[in-house]
Nanobody, 124 residues
Framework: QVQLVESGGGLVQAGGSLSVSCAAS????????MGWFRQAPGKEREFVAA????????YYRDSVKGRFTISRDNAKNTLYLQMNNLKPEDTAAYYC?????????????????WGQGTQVTVSS
């Protein structure tokens, strides 16, 4: 099993920046990729960004490209998401997830473990 605990998030004005982190513990050697997803009230969970754990290849949804940066610290087993130039439509609960495989890592169904989520609210 892998346990994921998010931290960070909060309230920020449009145009501002926030970062969220996700600490992984347990059988972290099994992780091949990690990702961030978000879910706004009344909407489905959607992919935000993903990173392969060893190679560091990154993937982003189009609407966050150039504004968000996903990174990881393998030694600390920690995943990060730096969010700049935030917009009200970025408001959502943000979840980190860990995948034991490398197939379809932009798809929520591919992930094996999930954190509890952290709220990001962007005011206009």
């Amino acid at each position: 099993q892998v346990q994921l605990v998010e931290s960070g998030g909060g309230l920020v004005q449009a145009g501002g920046s926030l970062s969220v982190s996700c600490a992984a513990s347990g059988r972290t050697f099994s992780i091949r990729a990690m990702g961030w997803f978000r879910q706004a009230p009344g909407k489905e969970r959607e992919f935000v960004a993903a990173i392969t754990w060893s190679g560091g290849n990154t993937y982003y949804r189009d609407s966050v490209k150039g504004r968000f940066t996903i990174s990881r610290d393998n030694a600390k087993n920690t995943l990060y998401l730096q969010m700049n130039n935030l917009k009200p439509e970025d408001t959502a609960a943000y979840y980190c997830a860990a995948d034991r495989g490398l197939v379809a890592i932009t798809t929520a169904a591919s992930y094996d473990y999930w954190g509890q989520g952290t709220q990001v609210t962007v005011s206009s």
